[in-house]
Every structure is written in structure tokens, then in C-alpha cells.
């Protein structure tokens, strides 16, 4: 079997967003058994079902990469004990079908749930809607284990970057390899 293909799914756009950091951690401790690309969706429109056939070009991009997919892994941030506007305009594209004899993209592909905050909540509520969401749109959701990182401002190097602590990195590294695991379990 060739190397899995994961696309992450980051729901911040902010330039430095962290969990765009998180995700960059989290393909390099996929190492060897998968390859981990960030879906770029900055250019998708919002979504007015007036405009929605044809697609936009940004629209059927992000939907061949997301077909071309072995598994989507998300990193989402909370909004107000939510995920983003943007990551839901995203999956409301995704949750259409691209014609009438083509379903959408996301149903039954495996999906893992990543979050962080600078609070206390480490974005699980919102992680709670996104799995709502997405086990309506019959993706197939790893619900265990989830990492869910609070307080992530002590968890920054003096660059400002993202520098997980021990208790986090090991919380990722096994949703990293759980992952691949579920993923496999669920190739047809
Ligand atoms: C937030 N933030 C936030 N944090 C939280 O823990 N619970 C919340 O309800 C909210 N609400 C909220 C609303 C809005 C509109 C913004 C912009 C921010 C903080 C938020 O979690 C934080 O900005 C992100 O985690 C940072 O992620 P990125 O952008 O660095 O990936």
C-alpha cells in the first residue's frame, strides 16, 4: 500500500494561526505512513445557492483535493463555543453534491478532530458542533482520541511560534498514529 493522503482542514485563515502550526506538527509526527497537505479554501466564495451550478473554480479544486483524499483531519478553532464561519461555509460547499449523478465528497471519508485556545476550553465545544456536523454528512469520525490543547499562550517560544509541551506533543503523536490506524481500518 502507497503512502496515505491526509488533507488538513485548518478553520483559522489568520496568517500565523496556530492550529495552521498544529497541523504542521501533526504531519511531521505522521512520518513515513502518510502524507499530510493543508487544503488551501482562502479563495471560496460564500456560498449562495443562486451561484452554486456550476461550481466556482475554487469550489471544484478544493473538491477534487478532498475526493482525492484517504482521510480529512481538522484543526479548528473555537469562536464564541462554535468552529468558524469560514470552515462552515467550506463544509456547506463540500456537503453539496457535485451533480445529479455525483455525490458529495465527504461522505465516508475518515475524519480526526484537533483544537487549541488560549483559554481553558481548548476549543472542545466546538469541536462537539464540528463532530455534529460532519457525522451528519456521514463522514466517519475517529470520536477517540481527540486533542484538545487549553492555555496555549504558555505553549509559544519567544518568536511567537507554536512550542508544544511534552503533555500536548504526546497527545498529538497518538491522534497521529490512531489516525492511520482508523484510516486503514476503513479502506475499502
Ligand atoms: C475567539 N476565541 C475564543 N476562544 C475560546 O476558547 N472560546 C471562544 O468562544 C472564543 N471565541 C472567539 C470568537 C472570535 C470571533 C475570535 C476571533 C476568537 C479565541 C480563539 O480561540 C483563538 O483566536 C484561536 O484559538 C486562535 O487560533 P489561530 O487563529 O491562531 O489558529
Redesign the pocket.
Known amino acids: 500500500m502507497g503512502k496515505l493522503k491526509i488533507i488538513a482542514i485548518v478553520g ?1 485563515l ?1 496568517s500565523n ?4 502550526q498544529l497541523a504542521i506538527e501533526a504531519g511531521r509526527l505522521l512520518g513515513d505512513s502518510a502524507e499530510l497537505e493543508l487544503l488551501d479554501f482562502s479563495d471560496v466564495p460564500l456560498l449562495n445557492p443562486d451561484f452554486e451550478y456550476p461550481a466556482p473554480d475554487a469550489v471544484k479544486r478544493v473538491r477534487d483535493i478532498v475526493k482525492s483524499a484517504n482521510g480529512i483531519w481538522f484543526f479548528s ?5 462554535f468552529f468558524s464561519g469560514a470552515l462552515k461555509n467550506l463544509i456547506d460547499w463540500l456537503s453539496r453534491p457535485i451533480s445529479e449523478s455525483k455525490p458529495q465528497v465527504l461522505r465516508n471519508k475518515p475524519a480526526a478532530v484537533s483544537g ?4 481553558m ?1 481548548g ?1 472542545v465545544v466546538a469541536q462537539d458542533h464540528l463532530v455534529s456536523l460532519i457525522s451528519v454528512l456521514n463522514m466517519k469520525v475517529m470520536n477517540q482520541p481527540r486533542v484538545a490543547i487549553p492555555n496555549v499562550m504558555q505553549q509559544i517560544d519567544t518568536n511567537g511560534r507554536l512550542s508544544l509541551n511534552p503533555i500536548s506533543f504526546n497527545f498529538l503523536e497518538t491522534q497521529a498514529k490512531a489516525f492511520v490506524t482508523f484510516i486503514q481500518n476503513n479502506l475499502k
Open positions: 483559522s489568520r494561526s496556530f492550529h495552521r478553532p473555537e469562536y464564541n463555543h487549541l485556545s488560549p483559554g476550553s476549543s
